[in-house]
Protein backbone atom coordinates (compact mmCIF):
# COMPACT_ATOMS: atom_id res chain seq x y z
CA UNK A 1 0.00 0.00 0.00
CA UNK A 2 1.14 3.13 -0.88
CA UNK A 3 -0.17 6.11 0.94
CA UNK A 4 1.26 9.87 -0.94
CA UNK A 5 1.12 13.14 0.97
CA UNK A 6 2.64 16.64 0.06
CA UNK A 7 6.08 16.69 -1.06
CA UNK A 8 6.04 12.74 -0.30
CA UNK A 9 5.38 9.51 -0.16
CA UNK A 10 4.77 6.61 2.14
CA UNK A 11 5.00 2.74 1.14
CA UNK A 12 3.56 0.18 3.62
CA UNK A 13 3.74 -3.42 3.88
CA UNK A 14 1.07 -4.65 6.76
CA UNK A 15 2.34 -8.02 6.42
CA UNK A 16 5.72 -9.02 4.79
CA UNK A 17 5.24 -12.32 2.90
CA UNK A 18 7.17 -15.65 3.30
CA UNK A 19 9.15 -14.92 6.21
CA UNK A 20 8.47 -17.13 9.79
CA UNK A 21 6.44 -14.60 11.70
CA UNK A 22 4.53 -11.52 11.63
CA UNK A 23 6.26 -8.09 10.76
CA UNK A 24 5.85 -5.62 8.40
CA UNK A 25 7.57 -2.07 6.58
CA UNK A 26 6.86 0.95 6.37
CA UNK A 27 9.26 3.29 3.77
CA UNK A 28 8.97 7.35 4.41
CA UNK A 29 10.10 9.02 0.74
CA UNK A 30 10.37 12.82 0.83
CA UNK A 31 11.94 15.24 -1.33
CA UNK A 32 13.73 12.96 -3.36
CA UNK A 33 15.30 10.95 -0.64
CA UNK A 34 14.61 8.55 1.64
CA UNK A 35 13.38 9.70 5.07
CA UNK A 36 13.15 6.83 6.96
CA UNK A 37 12.73 3.19 7.34
CA UNK A 38 11.01 0.61 9.96
CA UNK A 39 10.58 -2.65 9.93
CA UNK A 40 7.44 -3.15 12.24
CA UNK A 41 8.10 -6.46 13.92
CA UNK A 42 4.34 -6.47 16.09
CA UNK A 43 4.09 -9.95 16.51
CA UNK A 44 3.70 -10.06 20.09
CA UNK A 45 6.37 -10.41 22.43
CA UNK A 46 6.38 -13.83 24.64
CA UNK A 47 8.67 -12.84 27.52
CA UNK A 48 10.99 -16.23 27.56
CA UNK A 49 13.70 -14.90 29.97
CA UNK A 50 10.95 -13.80 32.41
CA UNK A 51 9.23 -17.49 32.05
CA UNK A 52 12.89 -19.46 32.73
CA UNK A 53 13.32 -17.05 35.57
CA UNK A 54 12.15 -19.53 38.57
CA UNK A 55 12.96 -22.83 36.83
CA UNK A 56 15.06 -25.10 37.41
CA UNK A 57 18.52 -25.32 35.35
CA UNK A 58 17.32 -28.74 33.78
CA UNK A 59 14.23 -26.85 32.24
CA UNK A 60 15.79 -24.09 29.05
CA UNK A 61 16.14 -26.72 26.32
CA UNK A 62 12.43 -27.78 26.51
CA UNK A 63 11.37 -24.55 27.05
CA UNK A 64 13.61 -22.79 24.50
CA UNK A 65 12.95 -25.26 22.11
CA UNK A 66 9.33 -23.49 21.69
CA UNK A 67 10.40 -20.59 20.57
CA UNK A 68 10.91 -21.47 17.08
CA UNK A 69 9.38 -24.75 14.73
CA UNK A 70 11.89 -24.33 12.73
CA UNK A 71 15.33 -24.04 14.47
CA UNK A 72 14.42 -25.97 18.01
CA UNK A 73 17.83 -27.24 17.84
CA UNK A 74 19.85 -23.91 18.38
CA UNK A 75 17.80 -22.85 21.44
CA UNK A 76 18.31 -26.71 22.91
CA UNK A 77 22.04 -26.67 22.38
CA UNK A 78 22.67 -22.76 23.24
CA UNK A 79 21.10 -23.28 26.48
CA UNK A 80 23.14 -26.81 27.14
CA UNK A 81 25.89 -25.28 26.38
CA UNK A 82 25.45 -21.89 28.62
CA UNK A 83 24.09 -24.19 31.36
CA UNK A 84 27.10 -25.97 31.48
CA UNK A 85 29.51 -23.51 31.14
CA UNK A 86 28.04 -22.08 34.64
CA UNK A 87 28.44 -25.72 36.02
CA UNK A 88 31.55 -26.22 35.10
CA UNK A 89 30.87 -29.27 33.13
CA UNK A 90 32.17 -29.69 29.06
CA UNK A 91 30.67 -32.55 26.92
CA UNK A 92 32.78 -34.37 24.56
CA UNK A 93 33.56 -37.39 22.29
CA UNK A 94 30.37 -39.18 20.80
CA UNK A 95 27.94 -37.04 22.65
CA UNK A 96 28.99 -34.33 21.08
CA UNK A 97 29.26 -35.49 17.52
CA UNK A 98 25.51 -36.19 18.64
CA UNK A 99 24.92 -33.12 18.91
CA UNK A 100 26.58 -31.69 16.06
CA UNK A 101 24.98 -34.12 14.47
CA UNK A 102 21.69 -33.10 15.33
CA UNK A 103 21.73 -29.81 14.50
CA UNK A 104 23.14 -30.86 10.73
CA UNK A 105 19.74 -31.87 10.22
CA UNK A 106 18.80 -28.34 11.26
CA UNK A 107 20.71 -26.93 8.93
CA UNK A 108 19.51 -28.97 6.00
CA UNK A 109 15.71 -28.72 7.02
CA UNK A 110 16.10 -24.97 7.86
CA UNK A 111 17.88 -24.12 4.67
CA UNK A 112 15.91 -26.56 2.75
CA UNK A 113 13.04 -24.19 3.66
CA UNK A 114 14.08 -20.78 2.84
CA UNK A 115 16.18 -21.80 0.13
CA UNK A 116 13.24 -23.51 -1.89
CA UNK A 117 10.06 -22.48 -0.59
CA UNK A 118 10.67 -18.61 0.90
CA UNK A 119 13.02 -17.10 -1.64
CA UNK A 120 13.41 -18.71 -4.49
CA UNK A 121 9.86 -17.36 -6.06
CA UNK A 122 11.52 -14.53 -5.76
CA UNK A 123 14.08 -15.11 -8.26
CA UNK A 124 11.86 -16.94 -10.52
CA UNK A 125 8.59 -14.39 -10.78
CA UNK A 126 6.62 -16.47 -8.30
CA UNK A 127 4.38 -15.25 -5.30
CA UNK A 128 4.69 -18.37 -3.74
CA UNK A 129 6.12 -21.96 -3.64
CA UNK A 130 2.93 -23.24 -4.95
CA UNK A 131 2.44 -21.47 -8.18
CA UNK A 132 6.36 -22.21 -8.65
CA UNK A 133 5.64 -26.24 -8.16
CA UNK A 134 3.38 -25.64 -11.36
CA UNK A 135 6.14 -25.10 -13.78
CA UNK A 136 9.10 -26.82 -11.41
CA UNK A 137 7.56 -29.77 -9.87
CA UNK A 138 10.92 -31.30 -9.89
CA UNK A 139 12.43 -28.33 -8.28
CA UNK A 140 10.21 -28.55 -5.08
CA UNK A 141 10.39 -31.90 -4.70
CA UNK A 142 14.06 -31.80 -4.19
CA UNK A 143 13.35 -29.16 -2.11
CA UNK A 144 10.71 -31.53 -0.15
CA UNK A 145 13.43 -34.68 -0.04
CA UNK A 146 16.33 -32.43 1.27
CA UNK A 147 13.92 -31.13 4.76
CA UNK A 148 12.27 -34.59 4.87
CA UNK A 149 16.32 -35.96 5.10
CA UNK A 150 17.04 -32.96 7.96
CA UNK A 151 14.19 -33.96 9.65
CA UNK A 152 14.91 -37.86 9.84
CA UNK A 153 18.45 -36.39 10.94
CA UNK A 154 16.57 -35.01 13.88
CA UNK A 155 14.06 -37.27 14.92
CA UNK A 156 16.98 -40.00 14.85
CA UNK A 157 18.84 -37.69 17.37
CA UNK A 158 15.76 -35.93 19.17
CA UNK A 159 13.20 -37.78 19.10
CA UNK A 160 11.54 -35.94 16.88
CA UNK A 161 11.85 -33.39 14.19
CA UNK A 162 9.54 -30.48 15.49
CA UNK A 163 10.92 -29.44 19.32
CA UNK A 164 13.16 -32.28 20.06
CA UNK A 165 12.83 -34.26 23.31
CA UNK A 166 15.99 -36.22 23.96
CA UNK A 167 18.19 -33.26 24.85
CA UNK A 168 18.66 -32.47 27.95
CA UNK A 169 21.68 -30.67 29.86
CA UNK A 170 24.50 -32.71 29.37
CA UNK A 171 23.83 -34.88 26.48
CA UNK A 172 20.73 -37.21 25.65
CA UNK A 173 18.06 -39.31 27.68
CA UNK A 174 18.91 -41.83 25.14
CA UNK A 175 21.97 -42.75 22.25
CA UNK A 176 21.34 -44.10 19.20
CA UNK A 177 23.04 -47.50 18.66
CA UNK A 178 25.54 -47.54 15.62
CA UNK A 179 23.13 -49.96 13.98
CA UNK A 180 20.73 -47.32 14.12
CA UNK A 181 22.20 -44.85 12.43
CA UNK A 182 23.70 -46.35 9.32
CA UNK A 183 20.62 -46.01 7.28
CA UNK A 184 20.86 -42.75 7.40
CA UNK A 185 23.95 -43.09 5.93
CA UNK A 186 22.57 -43.73 2.17
CA UNK A 187 19.68 -41.26 2.52
CA UNK A 188 22.29 -38.35 3.85
CA UNK A 189 24.14 -39.44 0.38
CA UNK A 190 21.41 -38.57 -1.42
CA UNK A 191 20.89 -35.55 -0.03
CA UNK A 192 24.49 -34.64 -0.44
CA UNK A 193 23.90 -34.93 -3.73
CA UNK A 194 20.20 -32.87 -4.29
CA UNK A 195 22.48 -30.32 -2.56
CA UNK A 196 24.90 -29.97 -5.26
CA UNK A 197 22.21 -30.00 -7.66
CA UNK A 198 21.17 -27.04 -5.32
CA UNK A 199 23.89 -24.98 -5.42
CA UNK A 200 24.40 -25.04 -9.41
CA UNK A 201 20.59 -24.29 -9.80
CA UNK A 202 20.36 -20.92 -7.53
CA UNK A 203 24.12 -20.23 -8.49
CA UNK A 204 22.03 -19.22 -12.25
CA UNK A 205 19.60 -16.93 -10.20
CA UNK A 206 20.04 -13.03 -11.52
CA UNK A 207 20.99 -10.97 -8.30
CA UNK A 208 21.02 -7.01 -8.18
CA UNK A 209 24.26 -5.43 -7.37
CA UNK A 210 24.40 -4.78 -3.81
CA UNK A 211 26.69 -5.51 -0.99
CA UNK A 212 26.23 -4.90 3.23
CA UNK A 213 28.81 -2.02 4.33
CA UNK A 214 28.81 -3.44 8.18
CA UNK A 215 30.79 -5.25 10.05
CA UNK A 216 30.10 -9.29 9.80
CA UNK A 217 30.10 -11.44 13.34
CA UNK A 218 29.98 -15.13 13.18
CA UNK A 219 31.48 -17.72 15.50
CA UNK A 220 35.01 -18.63 14.09
CA UNK A 221 37.02 -22.33 14.64
CA UNK A 222 40.28 -22.73 13.54
CA UNK A 223 39.74 -26.03 11.71
CA UNK A 224 35.92 -26.62 11.52
CA UNK A 225 32.76 -24.69 10.01
CA UNK A 226 31.20 -23.27 13.06
CA UNK A 227 28.52 -24.27 14.33
CA UNK A 228 28.40 -25.87 18.00
CA UNK A 229 31.97 -24.30 18.86
CA UNK A 230 34.22 -21.58 18.53
CA UNK A 231 34.99 -17.84 19.21
CA UNK A 232 32.92 -14.67 18.44
CA UNK A 233 34.61 -13.44 15.61
CA UNK A 234 34.19 -10.06 13.26
CA UNK A 235 35.60 -8.58 10.10
CA UNK A 236 36.11 -5.55 12.13
CA UNK A 237 38.68 -7.54 14.61
CA UNK A 238 36.39 -8.79 17.17
CA UNK A 239 37.69 -12.20 18.49
CA UNK A 240 36.11 -13.05 22.46
CA UNK A 241 34.63 -15.89 23.69
CA UNK A 242 31.07 -16.76 24.77
CA UNK A 243 31.56 -14.87 28.05
CA UNK A 244 32.37 -11.95 26.38
CA UNK A 245 29.41 -11.38 24.31
CA UNK A 246 27.89 -8.50 26.75
CA UNK A 247 31.40 -6.74 26.94
CA UNK A 248 31.18 -6.59 22.55
CA UNK A 249 27.02 -6.31 21.68
CA UNK A 250 24.56 -4.11 23.66
CA UNK A 251 20.55 -4.15 23.35
CA UNK A 252 18.10 -1.37 22.74
CA UNK A 253 14.40 -0.89 22.41
CA UNK A 254 12.96 0.64 19.61
CA UNK A 255 9.49 2.14 19.64
CA UNK A 256 8.74 0.42 16.43
CA UNK A 257 9.35 -3.19 17.18
CA UNK A 258 8.58 -6.16 19.70
CA UNK A 259 12.07 -7.17 19.17
CA UNK A 260 15.07 -5.44 20.43
CA UNK A 261 18.14 -3.75 18.10
CA UNK A 262 21.76 -4.88 18.68
CA UNK A 263 24.55 -2.90 17.67
CA UNK A 264 28.39 -3.36 18.47
CA UNK A 265 29.53 -1.35 21.52
CA UNK A 266 31.18 1.73 20.66
CA UNK A 267 30.24 1.56 16.87
CA UNK A 268 27.05 0.57 14.90
CA UNK A 269 24.93 -2.08 13.21
CA UNK A 270 26.13 -5.35 12.33
CA UNK A 271 24.99 -8.68 10.13
CA UNK A 272 25.20 -12.39 11.64
CA UNK A 273 23.85 -15.10 8.88
CA UNK A 274 25.33 -17.00 6.22
CA UNK A 275 27.34 -14.35 4.95
CA UNK A 276 29.24 -13.59 7.80
CA UNK A 277 29.87 -17.51 9.20
CA UNK A 278 30.97 -17.92 5.51
CA UNK A 279 33.12 -15.13 5.09
CA UNK A 280 35.09 -15.54 8.26
CA UNK A 281 35.02 -19.61 7.78
CA UNK A 282 35.13 -20.61 4.43
CA UNK A 283 38.70 -21.82 4.59
CA UNK A 284 37.28 -24.28 7.00
CA UNK A 285 34.37 -26.02 4.91
CA UNK A 286 34.90 -29.25 3.17
CA UNK A 287 36.80 -29.61 -0.11
CA UNK A 288 33.40 -31.13 -1.39
CA UNK A 289 31.71 -27.55 -0.12
CA UNK A 290 34.60 -25.23 -0.82
CA UNK A 291 34.85 -27.06 -4.51
CA UNK A 292 31.12 -26.58 -4.69
CA UNK A 293 31.95 -22.37 -3.87
CA UNK A 294 34.34 -21.92 -6.15
CA UNK A 295 31.87 -23.45 -8.78
CA UNK A 296 28.77 -20.82 -7.77
CA UNK A 297 31.33 -18.04 -8.13
CA UNK A 298 31.66 -17.55 -4.36
CA UNK A 299 35.42 -15.95 -3.53
CA UNK A 300 36.56 -16.40 0.38
CA UNK A 301 34.19 -13.80 1.41
CA UNK A 302 30.56 -12.86 0.28
CA UNK A 303 28.74 -9.33 1.63
CA UNK A 304 25.52 -9.90 -0.94
CA UNK A 305 22.44 -10.02 0.99
CA UNK A 306 20.83 -11.28 -2.32
CA UNK A 307 23.71 -14.40 -3.06
CA UNK A 308 22.99 -15.54 0.42
CA UNK A 309 20.90 -18.32 -1.20
CA UNK A 310 23.96 -19.64 -2.72
CA UNK A 311 25.60 -19.33 0.43
CA UNK A 312 22.83 -21.47 2.05
CA UNK A 313 23.08 -24.14 -0.47
CA UNK A 314 26.91 -24.89 -0.02
CA UNK A 315 26.02 -24.63 3.62
CA UNK A 316 23.95 -27.94 3.15
CA UNK A 317 26.36 -29.46 1.33
CA UNK A 318 28.82 -28.87 4.21
CA UNK A 319 25.93 -30.23 6.35
CA UNK A 320 25.36 -33.37 4.88
CA UNK A 321 29.17 -33.89 3.99
CA UNK A 322 29.98 -33.12 7.83
CA UNK A 323 26.69 -35.62 8.87
CA UNK A 324 28.14 -38.24 6.79
CA UNK A 325 31.36 -38.13 8.44
CA UNK A 326 30.14 -38.33 11.98
CA UNK A 327 27.87 -41.25 10.84
CA UNK A 328 30.67 -43.33 9.95
CA UNK A 329 33.03 -42.39 12.80
CA UNK A 330 30.24 -42.82 15.48
CA UNK A 331 30.70 -45.25 18.50
CA UNK A 332 28.44 -45.73 20.78
CA UNK A 333 29.09 -43.51 23.88
CA UNK A 334 29.27 -45.61 27.33
CA UNK A 335 26.30 -43.32 28.61
CA UNK A 336 24.46 -40.77 27.02
CA UNK A 337 25.15 -37.44 29.11
CA UNK A 338 27.63 -36.49 31.38
CA UNK A 339 26.31 -35.70 35.28
CA UNK A 340 25.78 -32.02 35.55
CA UNK A 341 25.50 -30.40 39.03
CA UNK A 342 23.72 -26.91 40.17
CA UNK A 343 25.99 -24.59 41.57
CA UNK A 344 25.47 -20.70 41.88
CA UNK A 345 27.64 -19.01 38.86
CA UNK A 346 26.95 -17.57 35.59
CA UNK A 347 27.00 -19.27 32.20
CA UNK A 348 27.29 -17.85 28.35
CA UNK A 349 26.69 -19.69 25.37
CA UNK A 350 26.65 -19.21 21.75
CA UNK A 351 26.39 -21.51 18.95
CA UNK A 352 25.64 -20.89 15.12
CA UNK A 353 21.65 -21.26 14.36
CA UNK A 354 20.61 -21.24 10.96
CA UNK A 355 19.93 -17.65 10.37
CA UNK A 356 23.41 -17.04 12.52
CA UNK A 357 24.77 -15.94 15.87
CA UNK A 358 22.80 -17.40 18.97
CA UNK A 359 23.62 -16.31 22.65
CA UNK A 360 22.36 -17.47 25.64
CA UNK A 361 23.31 -16.33 29.50
CA UNK A 362 21.84 -18.10 32.72
CA UNK A 363 22.48 -17.13 36.39
CA UNK A 364 21.58 -19.86 38.26
CA UNK A 365 21.42 -20.18 42.24
CA UNK A 366 22.86 -22.49 44.46
CA UNK A 367 19.63 -24.41 44.38
CA UNK A 368 19.85 -24.59 40.83
CA UNK A 369 17.15 -22.27 40.12
CA UNK A 370 17.26 -19.88 37.32
CA UNK A 371 17.57 -16.41 38.50
CA UNK A 372 17.87 -14.11 35.07
CA UNK A 373 18.00 -15.54 31.53
CA UNK A 374 19.16 -13.17 28.18
CA UNK A 375 18.10 -14.57 25.14
CA UNK A 376 19.80 -12.92 21.75
CA UNK A 377 18.60 -13.99 18.95
CA UNK A 378 19.69 -13.62 15.03
CA UNK A 379 17.13 -11.96 13.55
CA UNK A 380 17.12 -9.22 16.60
CA UNK A 381 21.14 -8.67 16.03
CA UNK A 382 20.03 -8.15 12.31
CA UNK A 383 17.18 -6.00 12.26
CA UNK A 384 18.79 -2.96 12.82
CA UNK A 385 21.32 -3.52 9.54
CA UNK A 386 18.14 -4.49 8.03
CA UNK A 387 16.84 -0.89 8.08
CA UNK A 388 19.98 0.17 7.44
CA UNK A 389 19.81 -1.87 3.96
CA UNK A 390 16.71 -1.12 2.97
CA UNK A 391 17.40 2.16 3.46
CA UNK A 392 20.47 2.12 0.76
CA UNK A 393 18.93 0.09 -1.64
CA UNK A 394 15.86 2.23 -2.03
CA UNK A 395 17.73 5.32 -2.17
CA UNK A 396 18.81 4.48 -5.83
CA UNK A 397 15.86 3.03 -7.20
CA UNK A 398 13.10 5.82 -6.64
CA UNK A 399 11.87 5.92 -10.07
CA UNK A 400 10.43 2.72 -9.59
CA UNK A 401 6.66 2.56 -9.46
CA UNK A 402 4.83 2.17 -6.21
CA UNK A 403 4.02 -1.32 -6.14
CA UNK A 404 7.75 -2.83 -8.08
CA UNK A 405 9.64 -0.78 -5.33
CA UNK A 406 7.03 -2.32 -2.47
CA UNK A 407 7.62 -5.67 -4.17
CA UNK A 408 11.73 -4.71 -4.09
CA UNK A 409 11.51 -3.85 -0.38
CA UNK A 410 10.39 -7.06 0.36
CA UNK A 411 12.93 -9.34 -1.40
CA UNK A 412 15.39 -7.49 0.48
CA UNK A 413 14.32 -8.34 3.76
CA UNK A 414 13.65 -12.01 2.78
CA UNK A 415 17.04 -12.29 1.55
CA UNK A 416 17.89 -12.26 5.05
CA UNK A 417 15.74 -14.97 6.34
CA UNK A 418 14.27 -13.02 9.22
CA UNK A 419 12.70 -15.01 11.92
CA UNK A 420 10.49 -12.74 13.72
CA UNK A 421 8.82 -15.07 15.89
CA UNK A 422 12.38 -15.56 17.49
CA UNK A 423 13.53 -11.85 17.98
CA UNK A 424 10.58 -10.87 19.96
CA UNK A 425 11.31 -11.50 23.41
CA UNK A 426 12.14 -7.52 24.90
CA UNK A 427 10.73 -7.45 28.42
CA UNK A 428 10.92 -3.85 29.12
CA UNK A 429 7.91 -2.15 28.06
CA UNK A 430 6.94 1.45 28.41
CA UNK A 431 3.63 3.75 28.27
CA UNK A 432 4.54 6.96 27.11
CA UNK A 433 1.35 9.40 27.28
CA UNK A 434 1.55 12.90 25.36
Known sequence: MTKRSTGGRTIRVGAVARVEGEGGMVVRLRDGRVDGVQLR????????????????????????????GICPVAYQMTACLAIEAACGVEVDGPVAALRRLLYCGEWIGSHAL????????????????VEMAADHRGVVERGLTLRKTGNEIMTAI???????????????????????LRPLAERVARARDAA???VRWVAGFDVPDFEVDCDLVALHHTYRYPI???????TGGIDAAPCEFPDYFVEEQVAHSTALHARIRGGGSYLVGPLARYSLNSGCLSP?????????GLGATCRNPFRSIVVRAVEVVEACDEALRIIDEYEEPPRPAVAVQAREATGHGCTEAPRGLLYHRYRLRRDGLIEEA?????TSQNQAQMERDLRRFVDPRLGLPNEELALACERVIRSYDPCISCATHFLDLRVETV
Open 158 to 180: GGRSIHPVNVKVGGFYRVPSRAE
Open 41 to 68: IYEPPRFFEALLQGRAFTEPPDITARIC
Open 228 to 234: LEGRIAS
Open 196 to 198: LET
Open 288 to 296: LAREAAAAA
Open 374 to 378: QIVPP
Open 114 to 129: HIYFLHAPDFLGYPGA
